[in-house]
């Protein structure tokens, strides 16, 4: 099976895979770490191979919803909680998404790209990854839509890490609430 499939793909769909695989490890590091900006700096170079990823598998809603996602890092970075921001961003991800509509299998880009802008901007720490865990979700759904094997475990492993973390978020609150009982 696995030498039929190679032997049917293109070299396009092959480069897409790979640029997902290279996201796949980028997710990793960027979610298994607590720190919230060393996590938006490690999305920002994840978000750049999905977007190569979806360009090549020709999913083109896909693709410009993650070029608004890694704009949406890089303001999220210095304007957090900027509602202004927030709305605009929030808008230009419909107007693209407009745009580039081709049928109902562009939705779940569409969904996670502005759950993860409210997310984002809204929130921070825990809060803000089980936002980014619900936008995950839709990835998912949008890299099956696309056929990327690399976008499905990458975005599947960034809803299992988002879990990891938040459970270790909460773990650091309590001993600090813990320390400072005693």
Not at 70 to 92: E, F, P, Q, S, T
Request: glycine share 6%; proline share 1%; aromatic share 10%.
């Amino acid at each position: 099976m696995f030498e039929t499939l190679i032997s049917d793909a293109s070299p396009r769909w092959i480069a897409g895979q790979i640029a997902g695989f290279i996201a796949l490890g980028l997710f990793i590091a960027g979610f298994a770490n607590k720190d919230d900006r060393k996590l938006l700096l490690i999305l920002i170079a994840a978000n750049i191979a999905i977007v190569l990823q979806f360009a090549l598998l020709e999913s083109w809603v896909a693709s410009a919803m993650t070029c608004i996602v890694i704009l949406r890092i890089m303001l999220a970075r210095k304007y957090h909680r900027n509602l202004h921001i927030m709305v605009g961003l929030l808008v230009l991800t419909l107007l693209t998404a407009l745009i580039t509509w081709r049928d109902w299998s562009d939705a779940p880009a569409l969904v996670a790209g502005l759950v993860g802008t409210i997310g984002m901007f809204a929130f921070k720490g825990s809060i803000m990854r089980w936002w980014l865990f619900c936008a995950a979700f839709f990835w998912v759904l949008s890299n099956i839509v696309a056929g990327s094997i690399g976008g499905i475990l990458a975005e599947s492993l960034v809803m299992a890490i988002n879990l990891v973390t938040i459970w270790r978020i909460e773990l650091d609150k309590r001993r600090l609430v813990t320390r400072t009982d005693t």
